[in-house]
């Protein structure tokens, strides 16, 4: 079992849709989520981080963390073309040097 | 702006040949990263290295090895190509192990004949 699981997708939606993504993970160490995004043939740019449970608002986007279930989500309001891109779920421990453990990254696509 | 290069887009290598990519970043930080991405397994960390000097292996580093003499300089060699090391290869940077964000290059998409 990975570490870290995301549905691949591709996730098709209109535009104007409210877009949720989610990541599972299983190592309860696991402190600080972030939510990467990555336009085709880019490298990942990293979108919001939270640390620990609860929600992180910034503008159409929010992040929420359920360290109880081991489940984040990224949810999109009023979803853009321009959000078109992959998703990439991060996580890491907060003790000593900690890599970052990567889900595979879920496609979106949202048409006009 | 932090901004990290890697030194090609696109390589076209053949099998065993030896492979340089580099990667390049202009804000001192201490903590440098390579990866390989590929469809349905995401990123996996080839090595890593804390600082200059030092290098540490990842999740996948059989078939590759590191080199880091500069700070701002992370390079990774294929020391003999094979057809599984096509790939997607991104380069990484932090500030330090205290800080979450990782800053990445635009990427290196090798293909190996």
């Known amino acids: 079992q990975k570490e870290v699981e995301q549905d691949p997708g591709p996730l098709s939606v209109p535009e104007g849709a409210i877009v949720s993504l989610n990541c599972t993970y299983s190592?309860?160490?696991?402190?600080?989520f972030m939510w990467y995004r990555q336009y085709s043939r880019k490298g990942p740019e990293l979108l919001m981080y939270?640390?620990?449970?609860g929600n992180k608002e910034d503008g159409r986007f929010t992040a929420q963390v359920d360290k109880s279930s081991k489940y984040i989500s990224l949810f999109i309001r009023d979803s853009q073309p321009s959000d078109s891109a992959t998703y990439l779920c991060?996580?890491?421990?907060?003790?000593?040097?900690?890599?970052?453990?990567f889900g595979t990254g879920t496609r979106l696509l949202v048409s006009p | 702006d932090v901004k990290v290069t890697q030194s090609s887009r696109y390589l076209v290598k053949r099998t065993g040949e030896k492979v340089f990519l580099e990667c390049v970043q202009d804000m001192d930080h201490e903590n440098m990263f390579w990866y390989r991405q590929d469809p349905g397994l995401g990123l996996r960390l080839i090595y890593f290295?804390?600082?200059?000097?030092?290098?540490e292996k990842g999740d996948i580093p059989e078939g590759y090895s590191v080199s880091r003499e500069k700070k701002e300089r992370f390079s990774l060699i294929l020391e003999s190509a094979s057809t599984n090391q096509t790939s997607m290869y991104l380069c990484?940077?932090?500030?330090?192990?205290?800080?979450?964000?990782?800053?990445f290059g635009p990427g290196t998409r090798l293909t190996v004949l």
């Open positions: 290295s804390y600082d200059v000097k030092m290098k």
């Open positions: 990484a940077s932090r500030p330090g192990h205290m800080y979450n964000e990782q800053f």
């Open positions: 991060a996580m890491k421990g907060n003790t000593g040097f900690q890599k970052l453990v």
């Open positions: 190592n309860s160490a696991f402190q600080y």
């Open positions: 939270t640390y620990s449970s």
